[in-house]
T-cell receptor, first 111, second 113 residues
């Protein structure tokens, strides 16, 4: 069983929908939680990061961390076709710098 | 200017060959990484260097040897390539060790035939 689990999708939604992307993890030592976005044939780019539990909002994006359930989420409001990409969750303990990634969820936002 | 650049972008080679992938970052970062992304998009760290010093070496075959001539460069040499080495290899950098934001290159798509 992988340390970080993520539904690979693909997830297809109409433009304007609210998207919910999720990851679960098993290592309770993880403290830093990140979401990366990866467009086709490109490298991942950091979208948001959260330390410990709580919510963080940035424009149309909201990241949530529930450490008690070992569950993190990324919500995208008013989704756009330009949001079509693979979204990877990532996390690390803070003691070292090894990022552990989920497998990524492929999102397609259709007109 | 590209922040993290790696060459080549595509590499097709036969089994048994030796090949190198080069990576350079112009961000002034101290830490550089090599990641492997398989066909299912799973991204796994291979190596990490901090100021030219190897600090993470995951369970990677000895055929893979990273080299960091200076903190702006981290190259990856692969000996005796195997079919299973086919993947996309990403170079990345972060400002310091343990920094939350890693900047990734565009990737090198390696196909071993």
């Amino acid at each position: 069983q992988k340390e970080v689990e993520q539904d690979p999708g693909p997830l297809s939604v109409p433009e304007g929908a609210i998207v919910s992307l999720n990851c679960t993890y098993s290592n309770s030592a993880f403290q830093y939680f990140m979401w990366y976005r990866q467009y086709s044939r490109k490298g991942p780019e950091l979208l948001m990061y959260t330390y410990s539990s709580g919510n963080k909002e940035d424009g149309r994006f909201t990241a949530q961390v529930d450490k008690s359930s070992k569950y993190i989420s990324l919500f995208i409001r008013d989704s756009q076709p330009s949001d079509s990409a693979t979204y990877l969750c990532a996390m690390f303990t803070g003691g070292g710098n090894k990022l552990t990634f989920g497998t990524g969820t492929q999102l397609k936002v259709e007109l | 200017d590209t922040a993290v650049s790696q060459t080549p972008k595509y590499l097709v080679t036969q089994m048994g060959n030796d090949k190198s992938i080069k990576c350079e970052q112009n961000l002034g970062h101290d830490t550089m990484y090599w990641y492997k992304q398989d066909s299912k998009k799973f991204l796994k760290i291979m190596f990490s260097y901090n100021n030219k010093e190897l600090i993470i070496n995951e369970t990677v075959p000895n055929r893979f040897s990273p080299k960091s001539p200076d903190k702006a460069h981290l190259n990856l040499h692969i000996n005796s390539l195997e079919l299973g080495d086919s993947a996309v290899y990403f170079c990345a950098s972060s400002r310091v060790q343990g920094n939350t934001e890693a900047f990734f290159g565009q990737g090198t798509r390696l196909t071993v035939v």
